[in-house]
């Protein structure tokens, strides 16, 4: 993660999904209410949360985007094997790093 807030020793992480806002949307309270607690908050997602998370004054890293589409099963299923995969194991590696 980019940035912990160093306002105590005990340390929590936030990855939200990209895809949508509701994740990002659903963690801000958690994420305040544990600031308040004096545990340190790292958070990060991008996608249409990103905006939240930013008005929120959380700064957050660039992680790969990860996105699901397909109109029809045949476009879905390519898409997934194509796309969704190797860019979530990339999300993966980048949170994990």
């Known amino acids: 993660m980019s940035q912990i807030?160093?306002?105590g020793s005990e340390?929590?992480?936030f990855v939200y999904w990209c895809d949508g806002a509701g994740h990002a949307a659903r963690?801000?309270?958690?994420i305040k209410e544990l600031r308040?607690?004096?545990i340190g908050v790292?958070?990060?997602g991008g996608g249409q949360?990103?905006?939240f998370v930013d008005m929120n004054g959380f700064d957050q890293?660039?992680?790969t985007q990860v996105t699901v589409e397909g109109d029809n099963l045949f476009d879905g299923l390519r898409h997934t094997v194509f796309d969704l995969i190797p860019s979530a194991?990339?999300?993966m590696k980048e949170v994990y790093s």
């Open 42 to 44: 790292a958070v990060g």
């Open 61 to 63: 890293p660039d992680f």
């Open 11 to 13: 340390k929590v992480g």
């Open 49 to 51: 949360g990103e905006r």
């Open 27 to 30: 963690c801000i309270p958690v």
């Open 89 to 91: 194991a990339k999300r």
């Open 36 to 38: 308040d607690r004096g």
């Open 5 to 7: 807030e160093e306002s």
